[in-house]
């Protein structure tokens, strides 16, 4: 057949010999050459990951050490006590919700703070005998080294007693503090931080004014460069309410690894699902759920009690494990730590606790249904300083003359040895108080 088809062909026998391996060779050379191209294109692809695993591990280091340098100048140039900022910019977010830029007023560099924590203000409210002391948290990425930025929420009065009058720090940031004035203020604490060493993603629950810390932390991501993933998740009930709106959405369009859901659970006749926000509802688990490609993140939640119960109990629910939580409250505790809750055998023993408040010379018996120290005493008509509620600012610090306590949170900073936290704990056994 092949000399019928040579002689078609009209290629004499050696020559057709001689063409039939010369093609067998450049097919060879050929394959050879794709072979080679191939391994070649491997190891630049192999080399190429690798390098690009290096660059990812430097780039890891470089943001660890960065970060370890700004904790160690924040722990050196920190301050002790109060110290003066003045209101540079006063700036209305939304209906009762303003921000407040805060300027050092000695013009010194001001510490790097973690992403979460918050400051706390003595405010010398005029026509009050005493200093009222309020917390409240940072909104604004840590990178900003010239202000820190709270926003405040006026809280109203309750909405089964409207007689009362609004809460009293909030008013007086909203409705009396201008630009120029000086305000007193500790230095930034608080355990509820993003830990900016670790690149691990991440999701941020918010809801309504509990955006503060999650803004800070969702800067700060946005500050670092990195890639690190957030889902950010905040509800409030519409437009009127949307703290930080215009910021949100444009932190959202610079960042892919930044994104954005939020719920209104009441959208007005003018507010618009897709431009304004995404769900109509709350935050819940449910809806979290469908978002997110798994359970597998870290999270972070601030907002009112129900918002945090609703969300720490789905979480558990869908297996997210306990030391992944991570919440702060505004306010008295909403949710506790499994810990946190005496055991029956405790509630027994604490049934027999007698609590003395030595300067009011009072010994009863502790009632282990109550809150805190700091509450039972209140309920009793004894008196004692107090300011965040939360473990967070120290005003409610009492001496313990013998006896002691159990906390319900871990405070903000160690009491003074011989003191405790009265909004925050309980006791262990007889107490003695200096109260
Ligand atoms: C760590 C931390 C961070 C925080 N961060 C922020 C933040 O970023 N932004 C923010 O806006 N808030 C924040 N808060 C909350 C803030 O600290 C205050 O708790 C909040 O502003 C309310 O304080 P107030 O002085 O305005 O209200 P208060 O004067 O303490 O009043 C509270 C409520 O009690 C009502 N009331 C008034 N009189 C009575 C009465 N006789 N009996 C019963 N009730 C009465 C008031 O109407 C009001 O509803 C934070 C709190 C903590 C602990």
């Given at each position: 057949m092949n000399a019928t088809l040579n002689h078609s062909l009209g290629i004499p026998g050696s020559s057709a010999t001689a063409f039939a391996l010369g093609l067998i060779l450049i097919s060879a050379l050929l394959l050879w050459l794709v072979l080679e191209m191939a391994r070649s294109l491997i190891r630049i692809?192999?080399?190429?990951?690798?390098?690009?695993?290096?660059?990812?591990?430097?780039?890891?280091?470089?943001?660890?050490?960065?970060?370890?340098?700004?904790?160690?100048e924040m722990a050196a140039s920190g301050w002790n006590g109060l110290r003066k900022f003045s209101v540079a910019e006063k700036i209305r977010q939304c209906d009762g919700v303003f921000s407040f830029y805060l300027k050092p007023h000695d013009g010194r560099d001001l510490p790097y703070f973690k992403p979460g924590q918050y400051l706390t203000f003595q405010l010398k409210i005029p026509g009050r005998e005493k200093?009222?002391?309020?917390?409240?948290?940072?909104?604004?990425?840590?990178?900003?080294?010239?202000?820190?930025?709270?926003?405040?929420?006026?809280?109203?009065?309750?909405?089964?007693?409207?007689?009362?009058?609004?809460?009293a720090g909030s008013s007086y940031f909203t409705d009396k503090v201008k630009v120029g004035d000086i305000l007193d203020v500790k230095a930034p604490s608080g355990h509820f931080f993003l830990d900016m060493t670790k690149n691990?993603?991440?999701?941020?629950?918010?809801?309504?004014?509990?955006?503060?810390?999650?803004?800070s932390m969702a800067n700060a991501i946005a500050a670092s460069g990195t890639k690190r993933e957030a889902y950010l998740f905040f509800g409030v009930r519409n437009r009127q309410e949307h703290i930080h709106q215009e910021e949100l959405a444009a932190l959202a369009a610079a960042h892919e690894n930044i994104h954005l859901h939020v719920a209104y659970s009441k959208p007005g006749p003018?507010?618009?699902?897709?431009?304004?926000?995404?769900?109509?509802?709350?935050?819940?688990?449910?809806?979290?759920?469908?978002?997110?490609?798994?359970?597998?993140?870290?999270?972070?939640?601030?907002?009112?009690?129900?918002?945090?119960?609703?969300l720490t109990d789905g979480l558990e629910a869908w297996g997210v494990p306990e030391d992944r939580v991570h919440f702060e409250a505004f306010g008295p505790a909403s949710v506790k730590k499994k810990a946190a809750s005496p055991s029956p055998e405790q509630t027994t023993r604490l049934q027999k606790v007698t609590i003395t408040f030595a300067r009011s010379a009072r010994t009863v018996r502790w009632e282990p249904s109550s809150e805190n120290l700091l509450s039972?005493?209140?309920?009793?008509?004894?008196?004692?300083?107090?300011?965040?509620?939360?473990?967070?600012?120290?005003?409610?610090?009492?001496?313990?003359?013998?006896?002691?306590?159990?906390?319900?949170?871990?405070?903000?900073s160690a009491p003074d040895p011989g003191t405790c936290l009265t909004c925050i704990c309980r006791p262990q056994n007889d107490l003695v108080l200096d109260a």
């Open positions: 692809i192999g080399e190429a990951r690798q390098q690009k695993l290096t660059l990812a591990i430097l780039q890891t280091r470089l943001q660890e050490t960065r970060q370890r340098c700004r904790e160690a200093p009222l002391i309020r917390c409240y948290s940072l909104s604004d990425s840590p990178d900003h080294r010239d202000y820190y930025r709270v926003t405040i929420k006026k809280e109203k009065a309750p909405l089964d007693r409207p007689e009362f009058p609004p809460g691990n993603p991440v999701v941020l629950l918010a809801g309504g004014v509990g955006i503060t810390p999650i803004l003018e507010d618009v699902k897709g431009r304004d926000y995404h769900y109509e509802g709350r935050v819940g688990v449910e809806w979290v759920k469908e978002i997110l490609p798994s359970n597998n993140f870290e999270y972070y939640l601030c907002g009112s009690g129900p918002f945090m119960k609703s039972f005493a209140e309920s009793l008509g004894i008196k004692i300083d107090s300011g965040c509620r939360a473990g967070g600012c120290g005003s409610c610090g009492v001496a313990i003359k013998s006896g002691a306590v159990d906390y319900l949170k871990k405070p903000a």
